[in-house]
């Protein structure tokens, strides 16, 4: 999420009862968890194991639960609860709007789009010209959809990211962390019915122009679909996954998080992706192995009880 103006880290450190070091003139330009981190933007650590990525990662402004040096060029705000620091800054900046009309006031729709009875759009959203939303799709806050796209009945898209924190020694156990991101919906795309379209935790999450999603579908926080992907019923794709353009995923394919789909790989029905996969190829099975490779595995195994009983005359 990007500030409407930057916000002096002095300003940040009164605000969560931070301790300032290293350059306390510093301005934050916005607020990312580590996965979508920017110049100038506010992140967070509470886990020592990921003190190193955060500190020499891309953010300015560092929240963090040790008093440990300063890399050049940072400033770090030392707070005992970095996570609920980060999201006070949230709810500061983001605060919840409650609705008071199927069509928000502040949402801007562009012309020859048409609305069927019953859609939900939420504050500051952004639709482009000649769209078809069919009934009862809900659009949350600050969603952006681009021009000729189509959203079939029932699709929600910006609902808040499945991002919990795990606290053992509190009796509810999980802590949300508070979605400020959004779901950008790409020129020319159309998207079938009940499916779900996460909005990032602080970036975006994408489908790019052209892309095709079939129904009951979803698409986790900050997932990136490239151009003119073919989605088929009942993927499932989780957060941070990065799907390179003209990607097809055939029925009930299951994508992990953090991975990186290569242009134009094919995956087929009912497989499971657990890490990344090249460009250009097919793929089939749980967990993924090329399809031609697999499909010769599952001959030999079909052979088992006739090498058997050979092997037993």
């Avoid at 996969?277 to 793929?283: H, I, N, P, R």
Wanted: glycine share 10%.
């Amino acid at each position: 999420m990007q500030f409407e103006q930057p916000v002096p880290v002095e300003w940040l450190a009164q605000f969560t009862g931070a301790e300032l070091r290293g350059d306390t003139a510093q301005l934050a330009t916005g607020i990312n968890e580590i996965h979508k981190v920017e110049k100038g933007d506010i992140s967070f650590v509470d886990f020592e194991k990921y003190y190193d990525k955060c500190l020499h990662s891309a953010a300015t402004i560092i929240i963090i639960n040790k008093d440990v040096p300063c890399p050049e060029g940072k400033t770090l705000l030392v707070t005992n609860d970095p996570f609920n620091a980060y999201i006070k800054i949230v709810n500061r900046f983001r605060p919840f709007e409650p609705a008071t009309k199927m069509v928000s006031d502040s949402a801007v729709i562009g012309e020859g789009t048409h609305l069927q009875p019953g859609v939900f759009v939420g504050n500051h959203v952004r639709i482009g010209k000649n769209c078809l939303i069919h009934p009862n799709v809900t659009i949350y806050d600050h969603s952006v959809i681009g021009d000729n796209v189509v959203i079939h009945s029932g699709t929600v898209i910006g609902a808040d990211a499945f991002y919990f924190k795990r606290y053992k020694q509190k009796d509810t156990q999980y802590e949300k962390m508070v979605s400020c991101g959004r779901s950008i919906i790409e020129d020319d795309v159309e998207i079938g019915a009940c499916c779900t379209i996460d909005r990032g935790v602080s970036g975006d999450t994408i489908i790019g122009k052209g892309t095709k999603l079939d129904n009951h579908i979803q698409v986790g926080h900050d997932t990136v679909v490239g151009r003119n992907c073919l989605f088929a019923s009942q993927v499932g794709v989780a957060g941070v996954a990065y799907i390179e353009d003209e990607v097809i995923l055939w029925g009930q394919v299951g994508v992990n998080k953090d991975l990186t789909i290569g242009k134009g790989a094919i995956v087929l029905a009912q497989s499971g992706v657990p890490s990344s996969l090249e460009a250009g190829k097919v793929y089939f099975g749980s967990p993924v192995e090329e399809a031609k490779a697999k499909m010769k595995e599952l001959a030999w195994i079909k052979r088992i009880p006739e090498i058997w009983k050979k092997l037993n005359n």
